[in-house]
């Protein structure tokens, strides 16, 4: 079992900045690539970005490129989103997930999830 705690959400103007953080537990945090993801009131749960285990590969959905910056550190079990330049087409659930295994970006193929985190941005 993995258990993930995300944290960090927030409102905040269109043009800033948030960082959200997923802390891990319950196994080698090494072992596990993480994903993060976002939906919106009425719409699906979307891919937003994605580390592989040793921290080297990281993917992203084409709408956050260039904004958007996933990392990992494996000594505190957590991972990051941080998230710059702000648009209001942000605004969502934020989720953190993860899967054994190599990461993907589909997330039926993940085997946990954290419990999300509220990101508004106004315009």
């Known amino acids: 079992q993995v258990q993930l705690v995300e944290s960090g959400g927030g409102l905040v103007q269109a043009g800033g900045s948030l960082r959200l953080s997923c802390a891990a537990s319950?196994?080698?945090?090494?072992?596990?690539?993480m994903g993060w993801f976002r939906q919106a009131p009425g719409k699906e749960r979307d891919f937003v970005a994605a580390i592989s285990r040793g921290g080297a590969g990281s993917y992203y959905a084409d709408s956050v490129k260039g904004r958007l910056t996933i990392s990992r550190d494996n000594a505190k079990n957590t991972v990051y989103l941080q998230m710059n330049s702000l648009k209001p087409e942000d605004t969502a659930v934020y989720y953190c997930?993860?899967?054994?295994?190599?990461?993907?970006?589909?997330?039926?193929?993940?085997?946990?999830w954290g419990q999300g985190t509220h990101v508004t941005v106004s315009s």
């Open positions: 997930a993860a899967r054994i295994g190599v990461v993907v970006r589909t997330a039926g193929q993940y085997d946990y």
């Open positions: 319950g196994r080698s945090f090494s072992t596990i690539g």
